[in-house]
């Protein structure tokens, strides 16, 4: 059998053209991997969890014995470490669980304050 000569550059070309196309595609045109995408959506999940239950932990802290002071304290801290007080205090803690669900401290600090 015999094959054509342009069919070499040919296949050069296809081989050439698809290493472009994959170079734009998943730098530019927003492909993912099964990971990118997997890390993507555990991220979303865990931001839509914390915002479904801020307001249980803002009502929660609100509800306190000691909110005004506490409210004091919240608003001296800076940003970063609100979160912590809120975690630490136990409002971020749903009821029935044993740890507070990841970002619910930090969407809580930012109910309570207003930001």
């Known amino acids: 059998m ?3 000569v342009e069919t ?11 290493i472009v196309l994959a170079i734009v595609g998943f730098k530019y045109a927003g492909w993912n991997t099964a990971a ?14 914390a915002s479904a239950l801020a307001p249980v932990c803002a009502d929660s802290f609100k ?4 909110f005004a002071g506490n409210l004091v304290e919240l608003k001296k801290l800076e940003t970063w470490s609100r979160g912590g007080f809120i975690e630490k205090g ?9 740890s507070p669900e990841p970002e619910v401290d930090s ?8 930001v």
Do not use: F, H, Y
């Open 90 to 98: 136990g409002w971020a803690t749903m009821p029935g669980a044993k």
């Open 8 to 18: 070499k550059p040919a296949l050069w070309g296809a081989v050439g053209g698809a």
């Open 36 to 49: 990118q995408t997997e890390t993507q959506i555990s991220q979303k999940s865990r931001t839509a969890v």
């Open 63 to 66: 509800r306190d014995a000691k």
């Open 107 to 114: 969407a809580c600090a930012a109910l309570i304050i207003g």
């Open 2 to 4: 015999n094959i054509p």
